[in-house]
């Protein structure tokens, strides 16, 4: 007999809600400047995001209502185009480079990410390559390996972007779902070292990230060039106080803090509404992980429960890692803040994959 479905989590609805609402205020507030000055039109930014709201919004009401079963079968044909799009991003002509980043394709006037693809395709990849062979999760060979070696495809061509912190964020979902499925302490142990040292190679090997990370440990070193983006965050979070110098009165945001409207949305945010706005969104975070969680050990089969694991360790993944990054609390990486920073297709993706959440949540077995 089929099972039929309740009504999806309120709760993690109006989180995702709340969160939204910030950030369509946040990025009117952080970008009117930089609008003004680069296009003439202080609500440039914010009439593009009201349409990015609005299109993710009714891609998460449609994937709300579709089962989540169905994208077993989408996972590996998603994998597969996901990984050709991200070849395509690094061939001159095809891939658009941004501030030295060659992370976009284009499409006439539209402009895709093929990361953010990127982090969905392989949460249903591995959600359902994982519950394919529960059986062999124990076995490092056999259930371990085919994990890694796909991971290894997507990190590396993430990695030649280059973009580290969406491969951290990914490698980072991939280890928690392996975990989730039940592989061996000893396993991800070792597997954790692996990364930890692959991670320092990356960064020593590379000139600009090591850089960052000598800048991390002492910003004011060099104020004006590697430390600049820390620093200027900081002033923005130390300004805001307890209650913010109030909305719209951002003194950063007058072209002093790079990216304020996109990864640097957060420290913006702290400097207008203070310690308490701040505090909120975080809240407002952990009521997310709380209910996202609660499905994945509620959902009624492993598949479920992977699925929604990974979708929400990949959205709080990506918020801890911008909060950190604005708060100075680990080296400079651009990844932006879910729900809130500007963006078109990371939040689209974002919000197609908090519809497939939902609907896992609307079979679970105690609400």
Do not use: C
């Not at 597969?80 to 690094?90: E, G």
């Not at 030295?100 to 895709?112: D, E, K, M, Q, T």
């Not at 990356?202 to 590697?226: G, Q, S």
């Not at 308490?276 to 499905?295: D, Y």
């Amino acid at each position: 007999m089929a099972v039929r479905p309740k009504s999806p989590d309120f709760i993690l609805f109006f989180a995702v809600i709340a969160l939204l609402s910030f950030g369509v205020v946040m990025v009117y507030s952080s970008s009117a400047v930089s609008a003004y000055v680069n296009f003439d039109d202080s609500y440039y930014f914010l009439k593009r995001q009201l349409i990015w709201v609005t299109l993710g919004i009714t891609v998460m009401l449609v994937t709300l209502n579709v089962d989540y079963h169905v994208w077993r079968k989408f996972a590996k044909p998603t994998l597969l185009l996901t990984i050709v799009l991200l070849i395509l991003v690094l061939v001159p002509g095809f891939g658009k480079v941004v501030n030295g980043a060659r992370r976009w394709l284009g499409f006439g006037s539209l402009y895709l990410q093929p990361s953010e693809i990127a982090k969905l395709s392989m949460v249903l990849y591995s959600s359902a390559s994982l519950a394919r062979n529960q059986e062999k999760i124990s076995s490092f060979i056999k259930g371990v390996v085919p994990q890694l070696l796909i991971l290894l495809v997507i990190f590396g061509l993430i990695l030649k972007e280059p973009d580290l912190g969406t491969a951290l964020a990914i490698g980072g979902t991939v280890f928690i779902l392996l975990f989730t499925a039940g592989a061996r302490l000893s396993h991800l142990t070792s597997l954790g070292l692996v990364g930890v040292t692959g991670i320092i190679a990356a960064i020593i090997l590379e000139p600009y990230r090591l850089k960052r990370l000598l800048a991390f440990n002492d910003p004011w070193a060099d104020p004006l060039n590697t430390g600049y983006h820390i620093i200027q965050s900081l002033y923005a979070l130390g300004s805001g106080g307890l209650f913010g110098v109030g909305l719209g009165r951002s003194r950063e945001k007058f072209l002093y803090l790079p990216e304020p409207h996109t990864d640097f949305i957060f420290a913006i945010l702290g400097e207008e509404l203070g310690f308490i706005g701040t505090v909120t969104v975080i809240l407002l975070f952990f009521l997310f992980a709380w209910r996202g969680f609660k499905i994945a050990i509620s959902a009624p089969d492993i598949y479920g429960s992977l699925l929604a694991a990974g979708l929400t360790t990949m959205i709080i993944m990506q918020a801890l890692m911008n909060i950190a990054v604005v708060t100075a609390s680990m080296p400079v990486t651009g990844i932006p803040l879910p729900f809130i920073s500007f963006g078109g297709s990371a939040l689209i993706f974002t919000l197609l994959g908090v519809g497939i959440l939902l609907n896992v949540s609307r079979y679970i077995h105690d609400k």
